[in-house]
């Protein structure tokens, strides 16, 4: 796929691989090189390699030295710390928000988007940002966007491999909204553990029969 030349910048040359990613039309444990990606979108490979580079801080591509940046393979481990870790900065971020009783219009914007599509992926990745960057605490965001970017690898599997539903996860963030509008920390943080291990639960099940 091309870009308009207006938009031939690194961020939307990594904007557009990291939908092929999560989408997995760039599959776990493919190399990306720095002249494919410059001739896929028209760039110097210049231009290719900071798109690269911001997908391999982001977490999404993976470079050992020497070699080219590659789509990671996650083992069951990998998946269980992820989640596990995300459940407990998740939760402490919903319950702060839930004390506060605010949530942040980037989040509400994404749970609509959610709820009017199939391909949930984006939209249910963009709801957890916006809440975790909502609450008041900045080095909890900090901590949260360490790990998202293997957590969006993780989310496109699920999605991938059809094992939520847009609706189920849909109904799952509109009861996390409801527990934060309610001022109820706790069901606020009981909730997205719940939510964040079913996700978990789910991929971990696919794993086991897809290496099985």
Known sequence: MSLDTAAVLPDAIADELRASILSQSIAPGETLTESAVAVRFGVA????KIAIERLV???LLRREAHRAARVPELTRDDVTDLFDNRALLESAAMAALATAGTIPAEALAAHREL???DDFADADIRFHRALVAGQPSPRLARLHALLMGEVELCIGQVQAAQLLTSAEVTAQHQRILDAITAGDADAAAALTRTHIAGA????LTHLEGHHG
């Open 57 to 59: 801080a982001d977490g």
């Open 200 to 203: 978990r639960d789910a991929l």
């Open 115 to 117: 709820a009017a599509t």
């Open 45 to 48: 490979r210049p231009t290719a």
